[in-house]
């Protein structure tokens, strides 16, 4: 099992920045592909960001590039997610999610939702107009 632990939520004014982290257990962290993902009240939940396990590739929604930036510290088994330029339709729950894989995958593409292993138990994220 692999515990995800989030943080770093809270209410910002639009334009603002935030730094979500999630720290996770498991013994090859190293290997695992880390994604955020969002809920916003009454709609599904939304690819934001993933990385591999070495953090030299990624991948973004389109929504979120140039404004978001998702890095990992696995000296630390921890992921960020940087947030600048925060817009109020940013506002939702994110989640912080672990594909437990033995290999590192070289380069990111997107991957279903359904393709992550464990999940956190979230944190808001409220932006401001």
């Known amino acids: 099992q692999v515990q995800l632990v989030e943080s770093g939520g809270g209410l910002v004014q639009a334009g603002g920045s935030l730094r979500l982290s999630c720290a996770a257990s498991?013994?090859?962290?190293?290997?695992?592909?880390m994604g955020w993902f969002r809920q916003a009240p009454g709609k599904g939940r939304e690819f934001v960001a993933a990385?591999?396990?070495?953090?030299?590739?990624?991948d973004y929604a389109d929504s979120m590039k140039g404004r978001f930036t998702i890095s990992r510290d696995n000296a630390k088994s921890t992921v960020f997610l940087q947030m600048n330029s925060l817009k109020p339709e940013d506002t939702a729950i994110y989640y912080c999610?672990?594909?437990?894989?033995?290999?590192?995958?070289?380069?990111?593409?997107?991957?279903?939702?359904?393709?992550?292993?464990?999940w956190g138990q979230g944190t808001q994220v409220t932006v401001s107009s």
């Open positions: 990385i591999n396990g070495k953090g030299d590739s990624t």
């Open positions: 999610a672990a594909w437990v894989i033995s290999s590192n995958i070289a380069t990111m593409k997107p991957f279903p939702s359904d393709a992550y292993d464990y």
């Open positions: 498991g013994r090859h962290f190293s290997s695992y592909v």
